[in-house]
Structure formats: structure tokens, C-alpha cells
């Protein structure tokens, strides 16, 4: 149980151009999912936090102009990266919280995006 | 502020001998969590462990064992007889249990090759 779907897998796409990432939780509702970047070789960097219903919670140094999250539903939450460019390329992971009752449990993990922008 | 610090880099071995991924991190909070996961070269990653401070018990799973020290702040991470396929990037993370967005914070990773 307690699987995140993440979609596209692997994307390429034109300077300037925007791009859609999906994250959805298949077997449970997520009310707080969490966004990472990871560059090459390095660690998984926290980007923002959205809670469903909710505005997203960016972490310091995050564009939230130029990242876009929306977490409308209990199991779908979407990142956007606006007017890409080429230093946006890297590899992208949502994340959802999961909870036995009122205890964390543990967190569950998409299998990644990687972003080209060419 | 929670911290995470995995201060090997990288790590080679040869196969069958065992090698040790070292943790060390910080907290205010008495109540948290600690979590070592797997990253291949695919990218996905693969959860090990989760261990909450209340529990130091070491624990084995298979090849693979885990020390939690809190005297030192440590969530050590043992390979036994090593092979191949174990190589990946090791993270160990952790989490602060208040509840609120319980944010994971991970550690620099570690790269593993174990050497045919």
C-alpha cells in the first residue's frame, strides 16, 4: 500500500516553454505531499510543501513564481515549472506523508521526473 | 534546525566484505525519526529503515543492519558480505515528529561501489 504515481517520468522540452509534472497518491488520500530537486551527484533538495485545499509552503530560495504546486484533490498534487529554462533541468521527486492514525509512519516516494530543457 | 550529516562521499569496496555507512545528525525535538532509503541509478528511491527515537534497538534485516547510538546522535548503516547490486546511493534522513508538515530532511548521500 501507500503508493505515489509520478508522471511524466522523463520529459523534454523548449526554453520558455511550461511543463506539468503529476504526483498521485493511488491506494490513499495525501493531505501534505512534498516536492524535492535533485542535481546530479547531489542530495535531495526540499522545495515546497503542499497540503491539499491549501496554498504550498516554499522553501527559502524556492521561485514560487517559477514553480507552481496545487494540491487540489486528497490524492493529486501537480508541479509546474513556468518559462523553463535550461538551469531548471534536473531531476524532480514528490513525496507523500503517511500516517497510521495520528503517527507518522513513514513517507512514500514517486519515482522521479527528469526535467531536460533544451 | 535539523541537520543531517553523512560525511563519506563515496566509498568503494570489494565484494563480500563488509562496509559501514556512517550518520550523525541534529535535533531539538525528543521525538523524531530516523530513515535510511536507497537510490539506484534509476533514480527511484527505495526505503531501508525507519527507526523513532524512543527505539535504540539495533536491528538486522538479512544482510543489513542499523546501530542507533542518541549518546552520539548516530544511525549507523552495516552491509554484510557486500555484492554488486548493492551499490546505489545510501541517505540516511530524518524527521521531527511534531505535527505540522514534518518536514524530511536528508542527509548528503553516500555512494556505494562494490567492486566484482
Known amino acids: 500500500g501507500a503508493v505515489v504515481s509520478q508522471h511524466p517520468s522523463r520529459v523534454i522540452c523548449k526554453s520558455g516553454t511550461s511543463v506539468k509534472i503529476e504526483c498521485r497518491s493511488l491506494d490513499?488520500?495525501?493531505?501534505?505531499?512534498?516536492?524535492?530537486?535533485?542535481?546530479?551527484?547531489?542530495?535531495?533538495?526540499?522545495?515546497?510543501?503542499?497540503?491539499?485545499g491549501s496554498k504550498a509552503t516554499y522553501e527559502q530560495g524556492v521561485e514560487k513564481d517559477k514553480f507552481l504546486i496545487n494540491h487540489a484533490s486528497l490524492t493529486l498534487s501537480t508541479l509546474t515549472v513556468t518559462s523553463a529554462h535550461p538551469e531548471d533541468s534536473?531531476?524532480?521527486?514528490?513525496?507523500?506523508?503517511v500516517r497510521a492514525g495520528a503517527r507518522l509512519y513513514g513517507y512514500t516516494f514517486g519515482s522521479g521526473t527528469r526535467l531536460t530543457v533544451v | 534546525a535539523q541537520k543531517v550529516t553523512q560525511a563519506q562521499t563515496e566509498i568503494s569496496v570489494v565484494e563480500k566484505e563488509d562496509v559501514t555507512l556512517d550518520c550523525v545528525y541534529e535535533t531539538r525535538d525528543t521525538t523524531y525519526y530516523l530513515f535510511w532509503y536507497k537510490q539506484p541509478p534509476s533514480g527511484e528511491l527505495v526505503f531501508l529503515i525507519r527507526r523513532n527515537s524512543f527505539d535504540e534497538q539495533n536491528e538486522i534485516s538479512g544482510r543489513y543492519s542499523w546501530n542507533f547510538q542518541k549518546?552520539?546522535?548516530?544511525?549507523?548503516?552495516?552491509?554484510?558480505?557486500?555484492q554488486v547490486v548493492d551499490s546505489a546511493v545510501y541517505f540516511c534522513a530524518l524527521s521531527e515528529a511534531g505535527f505540522g508538515n514534518e518536514k524530511l530532511t536528508f542527509g548528503t548521500g553516500t555512494r556505494l561501489t562494490i567492486i566484482p
Open chain 1, 28 to 52: 490513499f488520500q495525501a493531505t501534505t505531499m512534498f516536492w524535492y530537486r535533485q542535481f546530479p551527484k547531489k542530495s535531495l533538495m526540499l522545495m515546497a510543501t503542499s497540503n491539499e
Open chain 1, 90 to 97: 534536473s531531476f524532480y521527486i514528490c513525496s507523500a506523508r
Open chain 2, 71 to 82: 549518546s552520539t546522535s548516530s544511525f549507523n548503516f552495516t552491509i554484510t558480505a557486500s
